[in-house]
């Protein structure tokens, strides 16, 4: 895609956990899904530290490849199907990382 994208915009991602590797300096996963009304498609999102995420409750036992999440990215500039973490939440509705609430955003609405 050649339109900059607004890397303030925030994206909600509905879709199936891929993988998860807890690495440094920054934690990465991959998820197949999708916004809202588009395309299924790969989508890779940057976290921060395994330990920070640790801290946050977010560790390997927490979530598995096959997972239904959602997560909330601040997308890549350039459009490609990435961005940084805000928000994940879990097979089992719980939040990880800012509070949705916070964003104006109600939990009961975005469970996987």
């Known amino acids: 895609p050649d339109a900059v994208v607004e890397q303030s915009a925030l ?3 509905r879709g199936a956990l891929r993988s998860v590797a807890y690495v440094k300096p920054h934690s990465w996963s991959s998820i197949d899904g999708s916004p809202a009304g588009t395309e299924v498609a ?25 997972d239904r999440v959602t997560v909330a990215i601040r ?10 973490m805000v928000f994940v939440i879990g097979p ?5 990382g800012a ?5 104006g955003l109600r939990v009961e609405d975005l469970k996987p």
């Open 11 to 13: 994206r909600i991602l």
């Open 42 to 66: 790969r989508w890779d999102i940057e976290a921060t530290s395994p330990s920070t995420l640790a801290s946050i409750g977010l560790t390997a036992e927490v979530l598995h490849p096959g």
């Open 99 to 103: 509070k949705p609430e916070a964003l």
């Open 75 to 84: 997308p890549l500039r350039d459009g490609r199907r990435g961005g940084s």
């Open 92 to 96: 089992d509705g719980k939040s990880y």
